[in-house]
């Protein structure tokens, strides 16, 4: 009888050979058990595993992002400087050929040299460190955000500095009841009380309202709640938006009025956002508003009661801060933007239509002017254009805005006397620039100007860097010395090159009119509200770039430009408006 062996737990072998075996057998399965679960760890497939071979030997496993979710950060140098050591491979697997594999190192697409399949794949990549942080942009966000540095936060001001001011609509201008212009949210009554015959023949159907051109604070703000990048959150922001009507808000106090009354609106704005903790991000430099008057009603230069405008642009304050108004003035925080027109679509089609109709129409007069003259102002050169045109009537047609007339004020007038010229007149009157510009571009007719102040050096943002691609230009000095005649100017002109003029003045249409607020936008198309937009978004972004390399701006922000109003790339100086 044989001898047995006894086994813990009381088990028995009859046969030593069948011991061994048993027991090696089990510790192979357990130590290849352990091996293979350590290895397949991170083929979950909605994971993917980074082997990183620094001298911990740590195997860190990272789910994949949402494409708008915010990128991993490293929480410590030491952590940051282990990374760099080197990702030897990365391993991934897909379900689906037909979804590109998700790779993502928080700020970055897919490496080129890894595509997608059903199997594991090995590769070799360089590991890019995640960029440092910007001093004053407090977030991080990934590419694959359509909104990553467009990021707009807008005030909740008190209500004093914008609607207040519309409830007393009657008394925000001395000769004008703006209450019917504050309507359709700034942009005035709809051009319905007229002929429908007659409206749809000049303009088409939709889309035209009796716009003042005092209105672009109240379209500007509701077309900036609209906004798609607009954040509640102001540590996202790019830029910040002050929704102060300063227009609105000077204009009922230009006349009669003394000087603390025009500024006590503006007093008041300063130091409440001075007092808001977004000031201190850049202390205002990447904060910005909009005025719909000319720039020099916000620049009165001394306290003397008979002294014009406020002088909210000159408080220390205000001189880090962006002011986009309607015409600029000599000092570089100061972006000239469009007028308002006539035109506010809500669909792109509406804009690609008119476009069609501005290509057809027949043009029979030469050149238009349409204004009244300023013999107060002895440099302006109205009166001589007026000449010009009376003696011209074979080839000029003029609308005579004297005072009492009621034609410059009908939107069906005025767009009907663009459309029958080739050529708009666009001397300057009580300042450089006049909404004329706008309404003449959107009728298709070429602009006529007679100093840079009128449109060069304003709406660079808007206009091509070349004005002989949309424009003629005619210095004023040779209508006052009487060298130039206007006529025979615009006679010599080859047809090709009007032809070339009119087709780019027709481009220009959509990014010099503001689509209605109420509308989601115009699809592909830009229009003046998207320019300008941008236009303060690379204005901010380039002045954050500058501080962050120790770049001083001191007063380079607000500095006076004794050059700002001479002929784009000539020697020709200008004097400086006063």
Same mark, same amino acid.
């Given at each position: 009888?044989?001898?047995?062996?006894?086994?813990?737990?009381?088990?028995?072998?009859?046969?030593?050979?069948?011991?061994?075996?048993?027991?090696?057998?089990?510790?192979?399965?357990?130590?290849?058990?352990?091996?293979?679960?350590?290895?397949?760890?991170?083929?979950?497939?909605?994971?993917? #595993?980074?082997?990183?071979?620094?001298?911990?030997?740590?195997?860190?496993?990272?789910?994949?992002?949402?494409?708008?979710?915010?990128?991993?950060?490293?929480?410590?140098?030491?952590?940051?400087?282990?990374?760099?050591?080197?990702?030897?491979?990365?391993? #991934?697997?897909?379900?689906?050929?037909?979804?590109?594999?998700?790779?993502?190192?928080?700020?970055?697409?897919?490496?080129?040299?890894?595509?997608?399949?059903?199997?594991t794949q090995t590769a070799s990549v360089t590991y890019v460190p995640p960029p440092q942080d910007i001093p004053n942009t407090k977030h991080q966000i990934s590419d694959s955000d359509s909104c990553s540095g467009?990021?707009?936060?807008?005030?909740?001001?008190?209500?004093?500095?914008?609607?207040?001011? &519309?409830?007393?609509?009657?008394?925000?201008?001395?000769?004008?009841?703006?209450?019917?212009?504050?309507?359709?949210?700034?942009?005035?009554?709809?051009?319905?009380?007229?002929?429908?015959?007659?409206?749809d023949r000049l303009l088409g159907s939709k889309g035209w309202f009796a716009t003042n051109q005092f209105s672009l604070e109240v379209i500007f703000h509701n077309r900036m709640k609209k906004y798609k990048c607009?954040?509640?959150?102001?540590?996202?922001?790019?830029?910040?938006?002050?929704?102060?009507?300063?227009?609105?808000?000077?204009?009922?106090?230009?006349?009669?009025?003394?000087?603390?009354?025009?500024?006590?609106?503006?007093?008041?704005?300063?130091?409440? &956002?001075?007092?808001?903790?977004?000031?201190?991000?850049?202390?205002?430099?990447?904060?910005?508003?909009?005025?719909?008057?000319?720039?020099?009603?916000?620049?009165?230069?001394?306290?003397?009661?008979?002294?014009?405008?406020? @002088?909210?642009?000159?408080?220390?304050?205000? @001189?880090?801060?962006?002011?986009?108004?309607?015409?600029?003035?000599?000092?570089?925080?100061?972006?000239?933007?469009?007028?308002?027109?006539?035109?506010?679509?809500?669909?792109?089609?509406?804009?690609?239509?008119?476009?069609?109709?501005?290509?057809?129409?027949?043009?029979?007069?030469?050149?238009?002017?349409?204004?009244?003259?300023?013999?107060?102002?002895?440099?302006?050169?109205?009166?001589?254009?007026?000449?010009?045109?009376?003696?011209?009537?074979?080839?000029?047609?003029?609308?005579?805005?004297?005072?009492?007339?009621t034609k410059c004020d009908d939107p069906l007038n005025v767009i009907k006397v663009f459309q029958s010229s080739v050529f708009c007149l666009q001397p300057s009157g009580d300042s450089f620039t006049r909404r004329?510009?706008?309404?003449?571009?959107?009728?298709?007719?070429?602009?006529?100007?007679?100093?840079?102040?009128?449109?060069?050096?304003?709406?660079?943002?808007?206009?091509?860097?070349?004005?002989?691609?949309?424009?003629?230009?005619?210095?004023?000095?040779?209508?006052?010395?009487?060298?130039?005649?206007?006529?025979?100017?615009?006679?010599?002109?080859?047809?090709?090159?009007?032809?070339?003029?009119?087709?780019?003045?027709?481009? &220009?249409?959509?990014?010099?009119?503001?689509?209605?607020?109420?509308?989601?936008?115009?699809?592909?198309?830009?229009?003046?509200?998207?320019?300008?937009?941008?236009?303060?978004?690379?204005?901010?972004?380039?002045?954050?770039?500058?501080?962050?390399?120790?770049?001083?701006?001191?007063?380079?922000?607000?500095?006076? @430009?004794?050059?700002?109003?001479?002929?784009?790339?000539?020697?020709?100086?200008?004097?400086?408006?006063?």
């Amino acid at each position: 009888m044989e001898k047995t062996i006894g086994i813990a737990g009381g088990n028995k072998c009859r046969n030593p050979l069948w011991f061994v075996l048993t027991a090696s057998f089990l510790i192979f399965i357990v130590l290849v058990s352990t091996d293979y679960s350590s290895l397949s760890s991170g083929r979950n497939f909605n994971r993917v #595993t980074y082997y990183i071979t620094n001298f911990e030997n740590v195997i860190v496993t990272q789910d994949h992002h949402h494409p708008n979710s915010l990128p991993p950060l490293a929480s410590t140098d030491s952590q940051r400087s282990d990374q760099t050591k080197g990702i030897s491979y990365y391993t #991934t697997t897909d379900t689906s050929t037909s979804t590109p594999a998700p790779y993502s190192f928080g700020h970055g697409s897919q490496p080129s040299n890894v595509t997608s399949s059903n199997e594991t794949q090995t590769a070799s990549v360089t590991y890019v460190p995640p960029p440092q942080d910007i001093p004053n942009t407090k977030h991080q966000i990934s590419d694959s955000d359509s909104c990553s540095g467009r990021y707009i936060y807008m005030y909740d001001l008190p209500k004093r500095f914008n609607q207040d001011l &519309l409830k007393n609509c009657h008394s925000l201008q001395r000769w004008t009841d703006m209450c019917p212009y504050m309507s359709n949210m700034g942009l005035g009554p709809k051009l319905t009380g007229i002929s429908s015959k007659r409206r749809d023949r000049l303009l088409g159907s939709k889309g035209w309202f009796a716009t003042n051109q005092f209105s672009l604070e109240v379209i500007f703000h509701n077309r900036m709640k609209k906004y798609k990048c607009l954040t509640n959150d102001s540590s996202l922001a790019s830029a910040i938006f002050v929704p102060f009507y300063a227009g609105l808000n000077v204009g009922q106090y230009l006349w009669g009025y003394n000087a603390s009354i025009r500024d006590a609106s503006p007093l008041e704005l300063v130091k409440w &956002l001075s007092n808001r903790p977004e000031w201190k991000t850049m202390w205002g430099k990447d904060h910005f508003l909009v005025g719909g008057r000319i720039a020099w009603d916000f620049r009165r230069q001394t306290d003397s009661d008979s002294d014009w405008g406020s @002088k909210l642009m000159f408080l220390p304050e205000s @001189k880090n801060m962006t002011l986009l108004s309607i015409e600029s003035s000599s000092w570089s925080n100061e972006q000239a933007i469009p007028y308002p027109t006539y035109f506010h679509p809500t669909k792109e089609s509406q804009v690609s239509e008119w476009q069609r109709r501005m290509r057809k129409l027949k043009r029979p007069y030469l050149f238009t002017f349409a204004g009244a003259p300023r013999p107060e102002y002895k440099e302006n050169i109205r009166d001589m254009v007026i000449s010009q045109c009376q003696s011209s009537t074979k080839h000029c047609k003029l609308v005579g805005c004297y005072h009492g007339a009621t034609k410059c004020d009908d939107p069906l007038n005025v767009i009907k006397v663009f459309q029958s010229s080739v050529f708009c007149l666009q001397p300057s009157g009580d300042s450089f620039t006049r909404r004329s510009i706008f309404d003449s571009i959107l009728a298709g007719c070429i602009p006529v100007f007679f100093h840079p102040g009128s449109a060069y050096v304003q709406y660079t943002w808007h206009f091509p860097s070349s004005p002989s691609e949309y424009s003629v230009f005619i210095s004023e000095n040779g209508i006052k010395e009487k060298k130039v005649l206007i006529n025979e100017t615009l006679l010599r002109i080859p047809r090709h090159k009007v032809v070339a003029m009119r087709e780019q003045v027709i481009r &220009l249409i959509p990014r010099i009119i503001y689509a209605d607020p109420r509308a989601s936008g115009l699809e592909t198309l830009e229009d003046a509200f998207n320019i300008a937009v941008n236009g303060v978004l690379d204005k901010v972004d380039k002045t954050r770039r500058d501080m962050e390399e120790g770049r001083d701006l001191g007063n380079a922000f607000s500095q006076l @430009k004794a050059t700002k109003f001479d002929m784009p790339g000539t020697e020709t100086r200008n004097e400086l408006p006063r």
